[in-house]
C-alpha cells in the first residue's frame, strides 16, 4: 500500500479512527483517574573520601567516591536501610515494600545519588526520604569507619534534603492521555485498513467494470431529492443526477447503433439499489429526447412504479397477463410527455410463471413495435427469478449496482444468472455515489463516461458472442 493509499483510506474511514482515537483516550482518563496518586519526594547525597593531598592521591580518592557511589545506591535500594528507616519513623510497612518505593540512582561520572521515594502521602514521601538518607550517612559511617577508631575513609552528606511535593507523581495525566490518542491514532489507522481490505463493495466504476466484466454505462450520484421525488422533470432540471441520466441515455442509443437495444430491463442483485428510480429516470431521459416510451413494473413483489409516479396501481401487467384487461385498458397516461406506464397490477400468486408465460412474450412483442422504448423494471435477482425471465425476453439488462453497498460476489452471482438465462448483459450502472470529496462535475462521475470506449467494447463483445 503507498502513501497515496494509506491517505485515501483515512479519509474515506476517518469515522473509524476518530472513533478508536476517542475510545483510547478516554480509557487512558479512565486509567489516570483509577490510579492511586502517588507522590515522589527526593534528596541528593554526596559521597566523598577522605583523600591526600597531592593530585594522584586526590584523584584516586575522588576514584574511590565514584565507585563507593554505586554501592551506596544499591544499599539505599536494600532491605536493611528500609528496615531502619521503618523503625526510625515507626512506620506501619515492611521493609520490602518500602524498598520497592525507593529509587537511587549514582549520577555517571560524579559522586551523587538521586534518592527519590514514592508514597501515598506527599509528607511521608518526604519524611522517609529524609530519614533514608539519614540511615545512609550513619552507616556508611559505621562501615568505613577502621577498626582502631580512626577518622573513617569515607563518607556521605545530604546535600539537598527533601521537600514536600506538591503535585502527585502519578498518574502522569497528560502523558497518559497522549499516549492514549497516539496508541488510538495507530490502532485506529489499523483497523482502518483492516476494514478497507476486508471490505468487498464496489464503489467505483473500475472496481465494477473488473467484477462485471461489461461496461459502465452511468454513474448516478447520490441525491436525498429523488427520496421525495423519484421522478426528475427533465424540462427544467440540469443538477448532476439529471445529467448523470442524459448521459446514460446516450450511452444506450451508442450501444448499438443499427439496433440499439429497445425493450430494455432494469435490474440488479438486492432490493433497495435504486432500480425502480433509475426505471423512471431512463424512461424520462428517453423521453425527453422525443422518443415514445413505455414504462412497466415488472416487479410484481414489490412493486413501487404506480406509488412513485402518483398512479395507479391496481391495473397493470398482472391484469394484462392474466387476461382480465386488455393493454390499452391497462396503460396509463403519465403526466409527463411521451411516458405511459404499465404498473404491475395485483400481486399474483405465481409472478414467476405469469412472467415466464407465452402471453407474456406475445405482450412484449406487441409492445416491443407500438413503442420506440420498453423499460422493464424487475425484481431482484438474488431474490427471485422474475428479473431474469424479464431479462432473457429483453433486448438487454442494465444491472444497478448500488455504491458501497452491493458485494463483489453478489455481482458475480447476478452476472451469472443473467449469463444462465442468455439475457443480453448490456452494461452495469453504479448508483447512489456518495457525492463527499468529490464535487459534481469531479472527474470520477463524468470523465470516463463521455468517451465511447465502453459502450464500444460492449458492441464488440455483443457482435462477437455467438449465442446471439
Ligand atoms: N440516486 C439516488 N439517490 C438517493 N436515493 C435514492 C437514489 N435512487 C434511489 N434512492 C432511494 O433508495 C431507495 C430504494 O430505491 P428504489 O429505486 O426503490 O430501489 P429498488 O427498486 O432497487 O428496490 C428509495 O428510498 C429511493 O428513494
Ligand atoms: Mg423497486
Redesign the pocket.
Known amino acids: 500500500m503507498e502513501l497515496h493509499d494509506f491517505l485515501k483510506v483515512i479519509r474515506t474511514r476517518w469515522a473509524t479512527v476518530l472513533a478508536t482515537t476517542l475510545v483510547t483516550a478516554l480509557a487512558a482518563v479512565a486509567y489516570s483517574l483509577l490510579q492511586t496518586p502517588l507522590y515522589e519526594a527526593s534528596t541528593r547525597l554526596f559521597v566523598s573520601t577522605v583523600g591526600g593531598t597531592s593530585a594522584s592521591e586526590l584523584y584516586s580518592g575522588n576514584r574511590l567516591s565514584q565507585e563507593r557511589v554505586l554501592s551506596y545506591a544499591q544499599l539505599l535500594m536494600g532491605e536493611t536501610l528500609a528496615q531502619r528507616t521503618i523503625d526510625r519513623l515507626n512506620l506501619d510497612m515492611d521493609a520490602r515494600t518500602l524498598s520497592e518505593a525507593i529509587t537511587a540512582k549514582a549520577k555517571p561520572d560524579t559522586v551523587l545519588i538521586d534518592v527519590s521515594v514514592l508514597d501515598t502521602s506527599p509528607v511521608r514521601a518526604r519524611d522517609i526520604a529524609n530519614a533514608l538518607s539519614e540511615e545512609l550517612v550513619v552507616m556508611v559511617r559505621e562501615l568505613e569507619t577502621p577498626a582502631q577508631g580512626a577518622a573513617p575513609d569515607a563518607r556521605v552528606v545530604v546535600e539537598q534534603r527533601a521537600t514536600v511535593p506538591p503535585e502527585p507523581e502519578v498518574p502522569k495525566k497528560k502523558r497518559n492521555l497522549a499516549v492514549g490518542i497516539l496508541l488510538g491514532g495507530i490502532l485506529g489507522a489499523g483497523l482502518a485498513i483492516l476494514r478497507d481490505i476486508l471490505d468487498n463493495t464496489v464503489k467505483d466504476r473500475v472496481q465494477l467494470e473488473k467484477v462485471t466484466g461489461s461496461g459502465v454505462v452511468g454513474v448516478?450520484?447520490?441525491?436525498?431529492?429523488?427520496?421525495?421525488n423519484?421522478a426528475i422533470v427533465f424540462e427544467s432540471d440540469n443538477s448532476p443526477?439529471a445529467e448523470s441520466f442524459r448521459k446514460l441515455r446516450t450511452n444506450l442509443q451508442f450501444l448499438s447503433v443499427d439496433s440499439p437495444p429497445r425493450l430494455i430491463v432494469i435490474t440488479?442483485s438486492?432490493?433497495?439499489?435504486?432500480?425502480?428510480?433509475?426505471?423512471?429516470n431512463i424512461a424520462l431521459a428517453l423521453a425527453e429526447a422525443d422518443h415514445n416510451v413505455l414504462l412497466i413494473d415488472g416487479?410484481m413483489r414489490?412493486p413501487?412504479l404506480a406509488r412513485?409516479l402518483d398512479m395507479v396501481g391496481s391495473v397493470g401487467l398482472s391484469t394484462v397477463l392474466s387476461g382480465s384487461a386488455s393493454l390499452d385498458d391497462a396503460t396509463q397516461e403519465s403526466k409527463f410527455p411521451r411516458l405511459k406506464v404499465l404498473a404491475s397490477g395485483p400481486t399474483p400468486p405465481n409472478p414467476s410463471e405469469l412472467l415466464g408465460s407465452r402471453a407474456a412474450k406475445k405482450v412484449l412483442d406487441e409492445l416491443r413495435d407500438r413503442y420506440d422504448y420498453v423499460i422493464i423494471?424487475t425484481s431482484?435477482l438474488l431474490a427471485v427469478t422474475d428479473g431474469a425471465i424479464l431479462a432473457a425476453e429483453s433486448d438487454g439488462a442494465i444491472l444497478?449496482v448500488?455504491a458501497g453497498d452491493t458485494k463483489r460476489d453478489q455481482i458475480a452471482h447476478s452476472i451469472g444468472i443473467l449469463n444462465d438465462v442468455g439475457a443480453t448483459i448490456l452494461g452495469s450502472v453504479l448508483?447512489?455515489?456518495p457525492n463527499k470529496r468529490s464535487g459534481p462535475y469531479s472527474y470520477d462521475y463524468y470523465g470516463r463516461t463521455y468517451g465511447d470506449r465502453l459502450p464500444a467494447d460492449a458492441l464488440d463483445r455483443r457482435a462477437t458472442d455467438p449465442s446471439r
Open positions: 448516478v450520484p447520490y441525491d436525498k431529492g429523488r427520496r421525495e423519484p443526477t440488479s438486492v432490493p433497495n439499489e435504486s432500480k425502480s428510480t433509475t426505471a423512471i416487479d414489490r413501487s412513485y423494471d431482484p444497478l448500488r448508483s447512489m455515489v
